[in-house]
């Protein structure tokens, strides 16, 4: 089974810190992607990579940065959080750019900002 | 602009009730289209994906989708809901470029025994 982890189930921050978000995936996945969900709004992808080092921006990538320099790992880092990002924070990968394919998620980290 | 709407924000249902959850979209071309399940505390779960083909798709956990071309949906259904179907439901579309998927809002269910 596809597995992906994220480092963290929850998470409490305070204004101003630096985050990092961790995500791994174990198989071997080319595409990585990091969403946030938030009430009525569904997903909203900030920021997704399609090799190591490469990286696009989604619909809402400001405040937010990400980083993949091992393909398995990508994380997403908010350089100095608010509380307009306490969120659901979601990681998913999927096997190919070429082709299309289902996406899969991680479980999740809540973040609270205070 | 590609876009994928679910009508229903919450919906609840007597366990044993048949079910269909609405999923629209917008979008130039055939879209690949997704229901995914989100139990309480957990990420997303595949129920079922549409490509091409056959335009009535099975899922897991008992689940089918309905592609209507011609109403632009691809609606979700299960004959008989058990109270471990209570969930939040995504309908997701994929353009097709590097997997990148669109969401819609997302449907509660909750199920009454």
């Known amino acids: 089974d596809v597995k992906v982890t994220q480092s963290s189930r929850y998470l409490v921050k305070r204004t101003g810190e630096k985050v990092f978000l961790e995500c791994v995936q174990d198989?071997?996945?080319?595409?990585m992607f990091w969403y946030r969900q938030d009430p009525g709004l569904g997903l909203r992808l900030i920021y997704f990579?399609?090799?190591?080092?490469?990286?696009e921006k989604g619909d809402i990538p400001e405040g937010y940065s990400v980083s993949r320099e091992k393909k398995e790992r990508f994380s997403l880092i908010l350089e100095s959080a608010s509380t307009n990002q306490t969120s659901m924070y979601l990681c998913?990968?999927?096997?190919?750019?070429?082709?299309?394919?289902?996406?899969?998620f991680g479980p999740g980290t809540r973040l609270t900002v205070t | 602009a590609q876009s994928v709407t679910q009508p229903d924000i919450h919906i609840t249902v007597s366990e044993g009730a048949s079910l269909e959850l609405r999923c629209n979209y917008s979008?130039?071309?055939?879209?690949?289209l997704f229901w995914y399940v989100q139990s309480p505390g957990q990420g997303l779960q595949l129920l079922l994906k549409?490509?091409?083909?056959?335009?009535l798709v099975q899922g897991i956990k008992g689940f089918e989708a309905e592609f209507k071309r011609s109403q632009s949906s691809f609606n979700l259904r299960k004959p008989s809901v058990h109270w471990s179907d209570a969930a939040e439901y995504f309908c997701?579309?994929?353009?097709?470029?590097?997997?990148?998927?669109?969401f819609g809002a997302g449907t509660r269910l909750a199920v009454h025994p």
């Open positions: 990579s399609y090799d190591v080092k490469m990286k």
């Open positions: 998913a990968s999927s096997p190919t750019r070429t082709l299309v394919y289902e996406q899969y």
């Open positions: 997701a579309l994929s353009d097709g470029g590097y997997n990148k998927l669109i």
């Open positions: 198989m071997d996945h080319e595409n």
């Open positions: 549409y490509f091409s083909g056959d335009t």
């Open positions: 979008y130039g071309a055939t879209p690949y």
